[in-house]
């Protein structure tokens, strides 16, 4: 079970920070691009690198939902382009952050954190790096924060995206949401810094 999160001490060393769902094609990629969006233009010189994957290999290659894109063009980002991946070890060892967007991935993730990069037999696999403040789950072997994204949503500890894969369009408007409110929170409890409250 995650912890309650630790008081986030802002860093001032750029972080690399890598958001992960199950297959990389709608939860993930939004977050991506939606994280993007909001603190490129604010902290390019706080964060050095944004990415995302999966910790299953079903989409590899494929392109975002394409409800996942006009949801993000319904919000004014156009130009985001993915090709979905699974996760690997060097991961692990590349990203100081690394952001599950459920439960279920948060575990699997941690699982194969103590492995120290092994391949995951239900999905996938992979690791972490570098031990900053925030609030969520694991950093352990390789230093790396593995967490919930939703660690830093403000209304409870632990919040998920569900996934909207075999819903309607709202999951998507729903999740988009939650992108946007759990990025300002990492930005302002890990960086010490506010984004704009436009998405």
Not at 105 to 112: A, D, I, T, Y
Not at 142 to 162: N, P, Q, R, T, Y
Request: net charge negative; with cysteine; aromatic share 8%.
């Amino acid at each position: 079970m995650a912890q309650s999160p630790s008081p986030p001490q802002p860093s001032s060393a750029p972080i690399s920070v890598l958001f992960v769902c199950l297959g990389n094609i709608c939860r993930s990629p939004m977050a991506e691009a939606t994280f993007r969006a909001l603190t490129t233009p604010h902290t390019p010189h706080l964060i050095h690198r944004i990415d995302s994957c999966g910790t299953g290999a079903y989409h590899a290659g494929d392109p975002p939902d394409s409800r996942t894109l006009s949801t993000l063009a319904d919000n004014g980002i156009t130009t985001y382009t993915h090709a979905a991946r699974i996760i690997t070890p060097a991961d692990f060892s590349t990203f100081d952050y690394i952001l599950a967007m459920d439960r279920d991935n948060l575990r699997n993730l941690q699982w194969m954190q103590r492995r120290g990069g092994g391949a995951s037999s239900r999905a996938s696999d992979g690791t972490s790096r570098a031990n900053r403040g925030s609030g969520g789950a694991s950093g352990a072997t390789g230093g790396a924060k593995v967490m919930l994204f939703g660690a830093f949503g403000g209304k409870s500890k632990g919040e998920e995206v569900i996934d909207p894969y075999y819903g309607a369009n709202d999951g998507f408007e729903i999740a988009y949401e939650q992108m946007v409110r759990f990025s300002r929170g990492f930005v302002e409890q890990v960086l010490g810094e506010e984004v704009g409250r436009e998405g």
